[in-house]
């Protein structure tokens, strides 16, 4: 049987999941160099990795991980991966591509909601027995309005959708993919757009892209959503912008850093129409099957001797230390 290491969280779920096909082993050692031994130990030992933003995969982390077949990552995502590195190395990385498409689009249209109509605000006054907040919390209607994706892969595309049928018009920036929608240059989208809603990856052309210079170039009384990786914004040039009413509202699912420090400047501003929540748009019941199905998928064909169905780095798959490990050469 081979052994599945999960380095970060609770592995009860893994082991309830995965147990009868893989040996389940996790971390015990809490924070500081004696949770980095064990993590560096158990590495060396373990047939597949599994992984998620929660842990950086890079060249330090495989040092020495020679019984290593595979990396299945639990998310769409797969930045926190050194995938040129990981493909150098002949490990092949699988994703989770499709569990939380619906999940994620709908969250984005939740938050986008919320701060159009302010509704932090109003839940915040009614807690505080202010019923006059309503007067306060006015907003916008949707119907009519520039929906700004910048990034329009299947998340996009689904906002698009659910956009589209509320009676938004809808605008993308994308530097692949240009069909569906209107497709604009950035700039042009930044201009147009009364909501702009990121769904792109986070990749050395996205990070920090959404910085002063782009926020100046928004339209006035904008709104800002991103629930697709932290990085994409530039965090501390956006309270300067809420300030002056440049951005209307904010609404940010992941951070840079994750979870924040209490000192973070947009932490508790749901008065000034910003909301942060916990990196949750992917959470939902539907999703968790979705993934806990395909993932199941993903380790079964390891322990099998075939290549996992959603390899993203299939160059892998070609280097001689994998030989005897996989009898397909396709997934």
């Known amino acids: 049987m081979l052994t599945l290491f999960k380095p970060y969280g609770d592995i009860l779920a893994e082991q309830r999941r995965y147990g009868h096909i893989v040996n389940v082993v996790g971390v015990n050692e809490p924070e500081g160099p004696a949770r980095v031994a064990e993590i560096r130990k158990k590495m060396k030992n373990c047939d ?44 092949p990385v699988a994703n989770n591509p499709d569990f939380c498409i619906e999940a994620v689009a709908e969250f984005a249209m939740s938050l986008m909601f919320s701060i159009v109509r302010r509704v932090p605000k109003a839940v915040n ?49 994308d530097q692949y993919i240009n069909t569906g929608v209107t497709s604009v240059e950035i700039e042009e989208l930044y201009a147009q757009a009364d909501v702009i809603s990121i769904h792109c990856p986070l990749t050395e052309e996205t990070k920090g892209m959404i910085d002063k210079t782009a926020l100046e170039r928004m339209k006035n ?79 079964k064909a390891i322990s099998e001797g075939r290549v996992p169905p959603s390899v993203v780095n ?18």
């Open 125 to 173: 006054g009614v807690a505080d027995n202010n019923w006059l907040i309503r007067y306060q919390s006015g907003g916008i209607e949707l119907k009519g309005k520039t929906l700004g994706l910048v990034g329009f892969g299947r998340i996009g595309r689904e906002v698009a959708r659910m956009a589209s049928g509320i009676g938004m018009k809808v605008i993308a920036f």
């Open 314 to 331: 299939r160059e892998a798959l070609s280097n001689p230390r994998l030989e005897g490990w996989f009898q397909n050469g396709e997934a």
């Open 221 to 299: 009384g904008a709104y800002l959503i991103n629930v697709s990786r932290g990085g994409i914004i530039v965090e501390e040039d956006i309270m300067a912008f809420i300030k002056n009413g440049k951005l209307a509202g904010v609404a940010l699912d992941v951070l840079g850093t994750e979870p924040p420090a209490k000192s973070h400047p947009l932490i508790g501003l749901a008065d000034q129409n910003v909301i942060i929540t916990p990196h949750m748009a992917w959470n939902t019941h539907e999703a968790d099957e979705k993934a806990f199905l395909h993932t199941l998928e993903q380790i």
């Open 48 to 91: 597949i990795l599994q992984a998620d933003v929660d842990i950086a995969v890079n060249k330090e982390l495989i040092e020495g991980a020679d019984n290593l077949r595979a990396i299945v990552c639990t998310s769409i995502g797969t930045d926190y991966v050194d995938i040129p590195e990981m493909t150098k190395a002949g490990i």
